[in-house]
Nanobody, 123 residues
Framework: QVQLVESGGGLVQAGGSLRLWCTASGRTFSRCVMGWFRQAPGKEREFVAAIRSDGGSTEYADSVKGRFTISRDNAKNTGYLQMNSLRPEDTAVYYC????????????????WGQGTQVTVSS
């Protein structure tokens, strides 16, 4: 069992930066892929980024490549999403999730989810 709690969201101006944290409890987090998803009002939840259990491989949505960086520290049971050059279209609730096995970009494959943290980017 893995429990996930996101933090670090907030209000930022376009062009600014935010760092999201995903704090995990449970022994299996270090063996899971960690992903970040987001959901804007009236839209479906979309994939943002994911990182392999050992941190050795990452995957990003095209919309955030070159602006966002995913990382993790298994010793601290924590994952991160560094978001730079933020745009108004990045406004959404951001969710951390953990995946035992499956397709990294598919939300339905993830086994555990956090409650989400709001990110708002003003123009």
């Amino acid at each position: 069992q893995v429990q996930l709690v996101e933090s670090g969201g907030g209000l930022v101006q376009a062009g600014g930066s935010l760092r999201l944290w995903c704090t995990a409890s449970g022994r299996t987090f270090s063996r899971c892929v960690m992903g970040w998803f987001r959901q804007a009002p009236g839209k479906e939840r979309e994939f943002v980024a994911a990182i392999r259990s050992d941190g050795g491989s990452t995957e990003y949505a095209d919309s955030v490549k070159g602006r966002f960086t995913i990382s993790r520290d298994n010793a601290k049971n924590t994952g991160y999403l560094q978001m730079n050059s933020l745009r108004p279209e990045d406004t959404a609730v951001y969710y951390c999730a953990a995946l035992a096995t499956g397709r990294w970009s598919r939300a339905l494959d993830y086994d555990y989810w956090g409650q989400g943290t709001q990110v708002t980017v003003s123009s």
